[in-house]
């Protein structure tokens, strides 16, 4: 299996902050990197989609890069709503499909 | 749009098989170039996918799963389903249901997923 690790583990920040979550991959998956956004009892949001796609009707200050091993998500400018837990994923080997083990951003 | 939903026993026994179902409504679950997935993610864990099929019938599985999953489709019904045999409480979860595009393989939607506790 692919191992898909994130960092930090959890993020204090603060409305208005830049915040920056990273994906790393154990081996090389190209731009098949996808990350969700998942609140509470709910269940995951794709966000953006090969690496770097922003999905429709997701905030602009969403974006994210990176190709082979080494991947971030970026939040421009958070915002109260943005404070959740978010997951990488690889799709590089279809026969098993990883996510990271999430991120969780909380209020400072 | 297209909107999946889970169904099934809330509560399964030891050693039992956990059976849920996804029906599709909003779209055809035929139309298209897509697998349907299941995931699922244990209380306060992270998420780990199950396994998906594709309309034809052709699955792929999670291989530390796959000697006890089985996926099938039911084109006339909109639905797809998951059976896991030999269930044990490391198999309590909510169960999500999604829908798989490619060529990057981005689960999108996703239903909005069942719990299912495995206890005696």
């Known amino acids: 299996d692919i191992q898909m690790t994130q960092s930090p583990s959890s993020l204090s920040a603060s409305v208005g902050d830049r915040v920056t979550i990273t994906c790393r991959a154990s081996q090389s998956i190209s731009s098949y990197l996808n990350w969700y956004q998942q609140k509470p009892g709910k269940a995951p949001k794709l966000l953006i989609y090969a690496a770097s796609s922003l999905q429709s009707g997701v905030p602009s200050r969403f974006s994210g890069s990176g190709s082979g091993t080494d991947f971030t998500l970026t939040i421009s400018s958070l915002q109260p709503e943005d404070f959740a837990t978010y997951y990488c994923?690889?799709?590089?080997?279809?026969?098993?499909?990883?996510f990271g083990q999430g991120t969780r951003l909380e209020i400072k | 749009q297209v909107q999946l939903q889970e169904s099934g026993p809330g509560l399964v026994k030891p050693s039992q098989t956990l059976s849920l179902t996804c029906t599709v409504s909003g779209g055809s679950i035929s139309s298209g170039s897509y697998y349907w997935s299941w995931i699922r993610q244990p209380a306060g864990k992270g998420l780990e996918w199950i396994g998906r099929i594709y309309t034809s019938g052709s699955t792929n599985y999670n291989p530390s799963l796959k000697s006890r999953v089985t996926i099938s489709v039911d084109t006339s019904k909109n639905q797809f389903s998951l059976k896991l045999s030999s269930v044990t409480a490391a198999d309590t979860a909510v169960y999500y249901c999604a829908r798989d595009l490619g060529p990057y393989d981005w689960f999108d939607p996703w239903g909005q997923g069942t719990l299912v506790t495995v206890s005696s």
């Open positions: 994923q690889q799709s590089y080997s279809t026969l098993s499909i990883t």
